[in-house]
């Protein structure tokens, strides 16, 4: 685990998943049997935005609590050791899903993308005294496209996070983030899991 220049609260685990988990998720996510849905809006899952740059696919592995997949049974302990990586206790999940954004070029539709594309994973409202949320990427590529973190007040960029693959950066949810597009790599593939952990 390597924590170096992390704002505070960050995790950065390497080879987050076992060896032969990892082979099995990025075998499956590159397989016929795993669906991937396009959205015109990859960060809000909305399909009413007319920028292309926002373009990709996504797969939900888990939407409010319940599996929403066939392929469950391989991701289900991700959830988990999100939890165990932060020192508690796994309560829910609110959203787990696999992300796809492809390569549109350095077109000028995307040249503003960190500011539009700014954004938390919401479920804020969930939180207690106890009850944390998170959310972790976790990196299927060895690619291009920076997740970028900015001050929630002056919002200004203090931290970039280049995908690794089988890494996982794990932050707390109301962190404004954006995920920058793949320029020189075909493709950028990432698990976001959003999850309540018991810290009581």
């Given at each position: 685990?390597?924590?170096?220049?992390?704002?505070?609260?960050?995790?950065?685990?390497?080879?987050f998943l076992g060896k032969n988990h990892f082979l099995e998720v990025k075998k499956n996510v590159e397989g016929v049997h795993f669906a991937w849905y396009f959205f015109s809006d990859t960060i809000y899952g909305l399909e009413n935005q007319n920028d292309s740059s926002k373009l990709g696919f996504r797969h939900a592995i888990v939407l409010n609590d319940r599996p929403n997949t066939p392929h469950y049974e391989l991701y289900a302990t991700v959830p988990m050791m999100v939890a165990d990586a932060?020192?508690?206790k796994l309560h829910s999940v609110q959203t787990?899903?696999?992300?796809?954004?492809?390569?549109?070029?350095?077109?000028?539709?995307?040249?503003?993308?960190k500011i539009r594309w700014m954004h938390h994973d919401g479920f804020l409202e969930l939180e207690t005294e106890n009850l944390?949320?998170?959310?972790?990427?976790?990196?299927?590529?060895d690619s291009d496209g920076n997740t970028v973190f900015f001050d929630n007040e002056t919002k200004e960029v203090i931290y970039e996070?280049?995908?690794?693959?089988?890494?996982?950066?794990?932050?707390?949810?109301?962190?404004?983030?954006?995920?920058d597009l793949p320029r020189i790599c075909n493709q950028r593939r990432v698990l976001n899991v959003n999850i309540l952990v018991d810290m009581g």
């Open positions: 685990m390597s924590n170096n220049n992390l704002p505070e609260g960050f995790i950065l685990v390497d080879d932060v020192g508690g787990f899903h696999a992300n796809l954004t492809l390569n549109h070029g350095a077109n000028e539709e995307a040249a503003n993308w944390k949320r998170y959310t972790a990427v976790i990196y299927i590529d996070q280049s995908p690794k693959q089988n890494t996982a950066l794990i932050f707390p949810t109301d962190n404004l983030h954006a995920g």
